[in-house]
């Protein structure tokens, strides 16, 4: 059985490429109206969001800093007008996460971090609430990462912020529980996309070595997760983690 979303409308922020592309399209395939969502490249985005119409999608492609409030409330207001109120609300947006001893890093990346997978959640969550809440409905869905399970080294400002996303998300799933709505946290293992083209290839290689499931993660694989999460058959499920790695981490 297909999961079905017809009648719903997804907001799944950092959706011109990678994971989020993926998210973005997928839940469009099983019936939602979608906004796409960008910071930087306009024409990839344009690109991407073509794609999406030439395959039946319905949807709207908005650029905003998902970090910055007024620009979020001004994303949201153009969603809900042309497209109906957020149910579906997909957190993915990220910026780029060197590795680097915790000597090298300084207070204003970390809260870089921090502003990406704390305060992005938080200033988008209180903006759609107040329509889920109405229509008693909701499904808000993070995008985390298996980092924080792994306790990567030379990592610590984006394994500290990713932590806190998977607080908030149980914190949120018990507040937000008795208004029908679900909070949830997608934690993807490795998966390479367009920002890991020149990630050194022996690192990629003892990578993959160390996955049960013997290949590498696609970003179909994320999605089909996330699709799970903002279906009416996951409605009891709220709070959880799933790490979509191929058994990287058992536990």
Request: proline share 5%; hydrophobic share 40%.
């Amino acid at each position: 059985m297909s999961f079905s979303l017809n009648g719903h409308v997804a907001l799944v922020t950092g959706s011109s490429k990678g994971l989020g592309k993926q998210i973005a399209m997928t839940l469009g395939e099983a019936g939602a109206k979608v906004c796409f969502n960008y910071a930087n490249n306009r024409e990839k985005a344009e690109a991407t969001f073509q794609e999406f119409q030439a395959a039946g999608g319905e949807g709207m492609l908005v650029r905003a800093d998902v970090t910055d409030p007024e620009q979020i409330n001004k994303l949201v207001d153009e969603v809900e007008t042309k497209l109906g109120e957020i149910d579906v609300l997909v957190l993915n947006a990220t910026p780029d996460q060197p590795q680097k001893p915790i000597e090298e890093y300084d207070w204003a990346f970390y809260q870089s971090m921090l502003d990406f997978f704390i305060k992005s959640p938080f200033l988008l969550t209180k903006a759609v609430l107040k329509g889920m809440k109405n229509k008693k409905w909701g499904r808000i869905i993070n995008i985390g990462s298996e980092v924080y399970q792994t306790s990567v080294p030379n990592f610590s400002a984006y394994v500290a912020a990713k932590g806190g996303q998977v607080g908030w998300t149980r914190s949120m799933a018990t507040e937000l529980a008795p208004f029908g709505i679900t909070v949830n946290i997608i934690s993807p293992g490795w998966i390479p996309v367009e920002r890991h083209e020149n990630d050194p290839q022996d690192s990629k290689d003892a990578y993959l070595a160390g996955i049960p499931a013997g290949r590498w993660g696609v970003p179909k694989d994320v999605a089909d997760a996330v699709l799970y999460f903002a279906s009416e058959e996951a409605s009891f499920v709220s709070g959880q983690t799933i790490c979509v790695n191929g058994a990287h981490t058992p536990w």
